[in-house]
């Protein structure tokens, strides 16, 4: 059965860092690429950042870059994003993401509200 868990979110106050975790499990994690979202209320769903099976290849939403990292745990089957200098924009559910070819899996979302 694939699970993708994600875990990390929280308040926080604008400048301030959280680190979200998504752990997998059902799926050989090492050939997939992994990717998060985030959806705001009233907002379509976007992408934040991804990482390809090689930790190496990573792209990043214009509205992250510098400030969020994206990382990949193969033995641990875990994909990591640091956020840093968090923005009241950044307030959103934050889903990590697998694909293979044309097959996709979503965790069940972890929301991020950044405020005072």
Same mark, same amino acid.
């Given at each position: #059965?694939?699970?993708?868990?994600?875990?990390?979110? +929280?308040?926080?106050?604008?400048?301030?860092? $959280?680190?979200?975790? =998504?752990?997998?499990?059902?799926?050989t994690f090492?050939?997939?690429?992994?990717?998060?979202?985030? #959806?705001?209320?009233?907002k379509?769903?976007? $992408?934040?950042?991804?990482? +390809?099976?090689?930790?190496s290849?990573?792209n990043?939403?214009?509205?992250?870059?510098?400030?969020?990292t994206?990382?990949?745990?193969?033995?641990?089957?875990?994909?990591?994003l640091?956020?840093?200098?968090l923005?009241?924009?950044?307030?959103?559910?934050?889903? =990590?993401?697998? #694909?293979? $070819?044309?097959t996709?899996?979503w +965790?069940? +979302?972890? #929301?991020?509200?950044?405020?005072?």
């Amino acid at each position: #059965q694939v699970q993708l868990v994600e875990s990390g979110g +929280g308040l926080v106050q604008p400048g301030g860092s $959280l680190r979200l975790s =998504c752990v997998a499990s059902g799926f050989t994690f090492n050939i997939w690429a992994m990717s998060w979202y985030r #959806q705001a209320p009233g907002k379509e769903r976007e $992408l934040v950042a991804a990482i +390809g099976i090689a930790s190496s290849s990573t792209n990043y939403a214009d509205s992250v870059k510098g400030r969020f990292t994206i990382s990949r745990d193969n033995a641990k089957q875990t994909v990591n994003l640091q956020m840093n200098n968090l923005k009241p924009d950044d307030t959103a559910v934050y889903y =990590c993401r697998a #694909q293979f $070819l044309r097959t996709t899996y979503w +965790g069940q +979302g972890t #929301q991020v509200t950044v405020s005072s």
